[in-house]
Protein backbone atom coordinates (compact mmCIF):
# COMPACT_ATOMS: atom_id res chain seq x y z
CA UNK A 1 0.00 0.00 0.00
CA UNK A 2 1.11 3.79 -0.83
CA UNK A 3 -0.81 6.49 0.41
CA UNK A 4 -0.29 9.94 1.98
CA UNK A 5 -2.57 11.31 4.64
CA UNK A 6 -3.61 14.59 6.96
CA UNK A 7 -5.29 14.53 9.78
CA UNK A 8 -7.04 17.41 11.09
CA UNK A 9 -8.34 17.95 14.71
CA UNK A 10 -6.77 17.42 18.41
CA UNK A 11 -4.98 14.73 20.46
CA UNK A 12 -8.82 13.79 21.53
CA UNK A 13 -11.13 13.37 18.25
CA UNK A 14 -9.23 13.61 14.66
CA UNK A 15 -10.64 12.57 11.32
CA UNK A 16 -8.42 11.55 8.37
CA UNK A 17 -8.06 12.35 4.73
CA UNK A 18 -6.57 9.85 2.54
CA UNK A 19 -5.17 12.08 -1.14
CA UNK A 20 -6.25 10.60 -4.23
CA UNK A 21 -2.90 9.45 -4.99
CA UNK A 22 -3.25 6.45 -3.18
CA UNK A 23 -2.43 2.30 -3.92
CA UNK A 24 -3.72 -0.37 -2.07
CA UNK A 25 -7.29 -1.02 -0.55
CA UNK A 26 -8.60 2.15 0.99
CA UNK A 27 -10.09 0.52 3.66
CA UNK A 28 -7.23 -1.42 4.40
CA UNK A 29 -5.42 1.79 4.65
CA UNK A 30 -8.15 3.58 7.01
CA UNK A 31 -7.65 0.08 9.57
CA UNK A 32 -3.83 0.95 9.20
CA UNK A 33 -4.49 4.51 9.98
CA UNK A 34 -7.17 4.17 12.73
CA UNK A 35 -4.59 1.18 14.01
CA UNK A 36 -1.67 3.75 14.44
CA UNK A 37 -3.64 7.11 15.47
CA UNK A 38 -5.65 6.56 18.48
CA UNK A 39 -7.41 9.84 18.42
CA UNK A 40 -8.65 9.31 14.73
CA UNK A 41 -12.20 8.54 15.28
CA UNK A 42 -13.28 8.69 11.42
CA UNK A 43 -11.45 8.17 7.90
CA UNK A 44 -12.35 9.77 4.58
CA UNK A 45 -11.22 9.18 1.09
CA UNK A 46 -10.87 11.61 -1.14
CA UNK A 47 -12.64 11.27 -4.74
CA UNK A 48 -12.30 14.54 -6.43
CA UNK A 49 -10.00 17.25 -6.14
CA UNK A 50 -11.65 20.55 -5.18
CA UNK A 51 -13.76 22.37 -7.19
CA UNK A 52 -16.22 25.55 -7.57
CA UNK A 53 -15.86 28.86 -5.51
CA UNK A 54 -16.18 26.93 -2.12
CA UNK A 55 -12.94 24.90 -2.84
CA UNK A 56 -14.52 21.74 -2.03
CA UNK A 57 -14.27 18.30 -2.73
CA UNK A 58 -15.84 14.80 -2.75
CA UNK A 59 -14.83 13.30 0.80
CA UNK A 60 -16.58 9.61 1.27
CA UNK A 61 -16.39 8.31 5.06
CA UNK A 62 -14.90 4.46 4.40
CA UNK A 63 -14.41 3.87 7.87
CA UNK A 64 -15.25 5.57 12.10
CA UNK A 65 -17.99 7.82 13.11
CA UNK A 66 -20.39 9.92 10.84
CA UNK A 67 -19.67 12.95 13.06
CA UNK A 68 -16.73 13.97 11.65
CA UNK A 69 -16.64 17.73 13.36
CA UNK A 70 -13.43 18.37 15.02
CA UNK A 71 -11.48 21.41 17.02
CA UNK A 72 -8.44 21.23 15.03
CA UNK A 73 -5.08 23.00 17.14
CA UNK A 74 -2.53 25.15 15.56
CA UNK A 75 -0.15 27.18 17.14
CA UNK A 76 -2.49 27.93 20.26
CA UNK A 77 -5.20 28.60 18.33
CA UNK A 78 -8.61 26.31 18.60
CA UNK A 79 -9.93 25.73 15.18
CA UNK A 80 -13.58 23.87 15.16
CA UNK A 81 -14.73 22.88 11.47
CA UNK A 82 -16.20 19.83 9.48
CA UNK A 83 -13.68 19.01 6.86
CA UNK A 84 -16.88 17.97 4.45
CA UNK A 85 -18.45 20.87 4.87
CA UNK A 86 -16.01 23.96 4.66
CA UNK A 87 -12.16 24.06 3.58
CA UNK A 88 -9.56 23.66 5.80
CA UNK A 89 -5.92 22.37 5.20
CA UNK A 90 -3.23 21.31 8.16
CA UNK A 91 -0.35 22.10 6.02
CA UNK A 92 -0.60 25.73 6.02
CA UNK A 93 -0.60 26.34 9.53
CA UNK A 94 3.44 26.89 9.13
CA UNK A 95 2.34 29.82 6.03
CA UNK A 96 -0.36 31.32 7.85
CA UNK A 97 2.87 31.64 10.80
CA UNK A 98 5.00 33.69 8.55
CA UNK A 99 2.44 35.96 8.07
CA UNK A 100 1.04 36.77 10.95
CA UNK A 101 4.58 37.23 11.67
CA UNK A 102 4.88 39.97 9.45
CA UNK A 103 1.72 42.35 10.99
CA UNK A 104 2.62 45.42 13.03
CA UNK A 105 0.69 46.77 16.20
CA UNK A 106 -2.01 48.69 15.60
CA UNK A 107 -2.92 47.44 12.14
CA UNK A 108 -5.73 46.57 10.05
CA UNK A 109 -6.11 43.33 8.48
CA UNK A 110 -8.03 42.28 5.59
CA UNK A 111 -8.55 38.32 5.25
CA UNK A 112 -10.18 37.97 1.86
CA UNK A 113 -11.66 34.38 1.55
CA UNK A 114 -11.27 33.41 4.98
CA UNK A 115 -12.47 30.23 5.66
CA UNK A 116 -13.39 28.99 9.22
CA UNK A 117 -10.82 31.79 10.32
CA UNK A 118 -7.39 30.12 10.00
CA UNK A 119 -5.38 33.05 8.73
CA UNK A 120 -7.28 36.28 10.68
CA UNK A 121 -7.01 33.85 14.31
CA UNK A 122 -2.93 33.54 13.38
CA UNK A 123 -2.77 36.98 12.90
CA UNK A 124 -4.45 38.39 15.83
CA UNK A 125 -3.06 35.92 18.29
CA UNK A 126 0.47 37.08 16.86
CA UNK A 127 -0.42 40.54 16.71
CA UNK A 128 -2.86 41.08 19.82
CA UNK A 129 -2.41 45.21 18.52
CA UNK A 130 -3.87 44.18 15.10
CA UNK A 131 -7.71 44.64 13.94
CA UNK A 132 -8.65 42.18 11.67
CA UNK A 133 -11.91 41.63 9.26
CA UNK A 134 -12.69 38.57 7.45
CA UNK A 135 -14.64 37.48 4.37
CA UNK A 136 -16.04 33.96 3.44
CA UNK A 137 -18.53 33.40 0.63
CA UNK A 138 -19.58 29.67 2.27
CA UNK A 139 -22.60 30.09 5.36
CA UNK A 140 -21.01 26.97 6.58
CA UNK A 141 -17.36 28.15 6.65
CA UNK A 142 -18.71 31.49 7.97
CA UNK A 143 -20.24 30.53 10.88
CA UNK A 144 -17.82 27.78 12.20
CA UNK A 145 -15.58 31.35 11.79
CA UNK A 146 -17.72 33.05 13.94
CA UNK A 147 -17.71 29.90 16.64
CA UNK A 148 -13.72 29.86 16.17
CA UNK A 149 -14.00 33.97 17.27
CA UNK A 150 -15.50 33.34 20.28
CA UNK A 151 -14.05 29.87 21.22
CA UNK A 152 -10.89 31.89 21.17
CA UNK A 153 -12.15 34.88 22.64
CA UNK A 154 -11.23 37.55 19.95
CA UNK A 155 -14.40 39.43 19.50
CA UNK A 156 -13.58 42.91 19.27
CA UNK A 157 -10.47 41.93 17.49
CA UNK A 158 -11.78 39.84 14.85
CA UNK A 159 -14.90 40.23 13.05
CA UNK A 160 -16.16 37.82 10.36
CA UNK A 161 -18.33 39.19 7.15
CA UNK A 162 -20.58 36.99 5.20
CA UNK A 163 -20.84 37.00 1.42
CA UNK A 164 -18.72 37.79 -1.90
CA UNK A 165 -15.43 40.03 -1.64
CA UNK A 166 -16.54 42.02 -4.62
CA UNK A 167 -20.20 42.59 -2.43
CA UNK A 168 -18.95 43.31 0.91
CA UNK A 169 -15.42 44.87 0.19
CA UNK A 170 -16.23 48.36 -0.82
CA UNK A 171 -17.45 49.50 2.34
CA UNK A 172 -14.09 49.03 3.64
CA UNK A 173 -12.60 50.99 0.44
CA UNK A 174 -9.70 52.57 2.09
CA UNK A 175 -9.27 51.33 5.49
CA UNK A 176 -6.64 48.59 5.70
CA UNK A 177 -3.06 48.62 6.23
CA UNK A 178 -2.39 45.01 5.00
CA UNK A 179 -4.33 42.35 2.35
CA UNK A 180 -4.40 39.15 2.31
CA UNK A 181 -5.65 37.14 -0.73
CA UNK A 182 -5.49 33.16 -0.06
CA UNK A 183 -7.71 31.84 -3.04
CA UNK A 184 -4.41 30.87 -5.64
CA UNK A 185 -6.64 30.07 -8.25
CA UNK A 186 -9.02 32.77 -8.37
CA UNK A 187 -7.29 35.78 -6.51
CA UNK A 188 -6.54 37.53 -9.43
CA UNK A 189 -9.86 37.99 -10.23
CA UNK A 190 -10.23 40.28 -7.17
CA UNK A 191 -7.29 42.61 -7.46
CA UNK A 192 -9.11 46.00 -8.09
CA UNK A 193 -11.36 45.21 -4.69
CA UNK A 194 -8.02 43.98 -2.90
CA UNK A 195 -6.15 47.18 -4.02
CA UNK A 196 -9.00 49.34 -3.26
CA UNK A 197 -9.15 48.06 0.15
CA UNK A 198 -5.81 49.16 1.09
CA UNK A 199 -5.42 53.02 2.73
CA UNK A 200 -5.28 55.63 0.10
CA UNK A 201 -1.76 56.20 0.60
CA UNK A 202 -0.93 52.05 0.42
CA UNK A 203 -0.14 49.20 2.41
CA UNK A 204 0.99 45.49 1.81
CA UNK A 205 -0.09 42.74 -0.22
CA UNK A 206 0.05 39.06 0.07
CA UNK A 207 -1.32 37.73 -3.02
CA UNK A 208 -1.39 34.03 -3.76
CA UNK A 209 -1.14 32.76 -7.30
CA UNK A 210 -0.84 29.00 -8.70
CA UNK A 211 1.25 27.58 -11.89
CA UNK A 212 4.80 26.62 -13.37
CA UNK A 213 8.03 27.93 -13.23
CA UNK A 214 6.70 31.43 -14.46
CA UNK A 215 4.39 32.08 -11.50
CA UNK A 216 6.03 34.35 -9.68
CA UNK A 217 6.52 36.64 -13.33
CA UNK A 218 3.08 36.11 -14.28
CA UNK A 219 2.09 37.07 -10.20
CA UNK A 220 4.04 40.12 -10.68
CA UNK A 221 2.56 40.98 -13.84
CA UNK A 222 -1.09 41.20 -12.91
CA UNK A 223 -0.37 42.87 -10.01
CA UNK A 224 1.92 45.51 -11.01
CA UNK A 225 -0.63 46.39 -13.87
CA UNK A 226 -3.73 46.27 -11.63
CA UNK A 227 -1.17 48.57 -8.57
CA UNK A 228 -0.60 51.20 -11.93
CA UNK A 229 -4.40 51.12 -13.43
CA UNK A 230 -5.18 52.20 -9.90
CA UNK A 231 -2.67 55.00 -9.73
CA UNK A 232 -0.28 52.85 -7.56
CA UNK A 233 3.35 51.67 -7.74
CA UNK A 234 4.30 48.09 -6.32
CA UNK A 235 7.58 46.80 -5.06
CA UNK A 236 8.05 43.21 -4.39
CA UNK A 237 8.98 42.20 -0.55
CA UNK A 238 9.28 38.28 -1.03
CA UNK A 239 8.72 35.57 -3.14
CA UNK A 240 7.92 32.07 -1.90
CA UNK A 241 7.01 28.88 -3.38
CA UNK A 242 4.86 27.57 -0.62
CA UNK A 243 3.90 24.51 -1.68
CA UNK A 244 3.59 21.70 -4.80
CA UNK A 245 0.28 20.63 -6.50
CA UNK A 246 2.85 18.45 -8.64
CA UNK A 247 5.86 18.42 -9.83
CA UNK A 248 6.06 21.72 -11.74
CA UNK A 249 3.12 23.06 -10.44
CA UNK A 250 3.25 24.98 -7.54
CA UNK A 251 1.29 27.55 -5.33
CA UNK A 252 3.42 30.69 -4.48
CA UNK A 253 2.78 33.87 -2.43
CA UNK A 254 4.07 36.94 -3.94
CA UNK A 255 4.40 40.32 -1.33
CA UNK A 256 3.98 43.18 -2.54
CA UNK A 257 4.46 47.06 -0.70
CA UNK A 258 2.36 49.79 -2.75
CA UNK A 259 2.28 53.26 -2.68
CA UNK A 260 -0.07 55.85 -3.89
CA UNK A 261 1.89 57.25 -6.84
CA UNK A 262 2.28 61.51 -6.79
CA UNK A 263 0.25 63.28 -9.34
CA UNK A 264 2.66 65.33 -11.47
C1 LIG B 1 -8.59 28.27 -0.53
S1 LIG B 1 -9.90 28.53 0.63
C2 LIG B 1 -9.01 29.35 1.94
C3 LIG B 1 -9.78 29.45 3.21
C4 LIG B 1 -8.98 29.97 4.41
N1 LIG B 1 -8.33 31.23 4.12
C5 LIG B 1 -7.97 28.95 4.86
O1 LIG B 1 -6.77 29.17 4.70
O2 LIG B 1 -8.40 27.91 5.38
C6 LIG B 1 -10.76 29.86 -0.14
C7 LIG B 1 -12.04 30.28 0.57
O3 LIG B 1 -12.56 31.42 -0.13
C8 LIG B 1 -13.96 31.34 -0.19
N2 LIG B 1 -14.36 32.16 -1.35
C9 LIG B 1 -14.26 31.85 -2.66
N3 LIG B 1 -14.68 32.88 -3.43
C10 LIG B 1 -15.04 33.88 -2.58
C11 LIG B 1 -15.54 35.20 -2.77
N4 LIG B 1 -15.76 35.69 -4.00
N5 LIG B 1 -15.79 35.96 -1.69
C12 LIG B 1 -15.58 35.47 -0.43
N6 LIG B 1 -15.11 34.22 -0.19
C13 LIG B 1 -14.84 33.43 -1.24
C14 LIG B 1 -14.25 29.85 -0.29
O4 LIG B 1 -15.54 29.53 0.15
C15 LIG B 1 -13.15 29.25 0.59
O5 LIG B 1 -13.59 29.09 1.91
Redesign the pocket.
Known amino acids: MRYSFDIIGSREKAVAIIKMNYEGDPEKIAEEIMERHKNVKAVLLEESP?E?????RKLRLIRGSEDTEVVHVEYGIRIKLDPRL????PR?GEE?QRIARKVRPGEKVL??????????LAVAKRQPEAHVI?????EI?YRYFLENIRINKMEGRVEAML??????CPKFFGMFDRV?M?????AY??LDIAIKSLKSSGGELHF?YWGGEDAFEKAEMLVKEEAERLGFSSTVLERRRVSSYSPRTWKVRVDFKLERKIQQ
Open positions: RGDTRLVYFSERVMFAGVGPYAGVEINAGDVRDVIPLPLYHFY
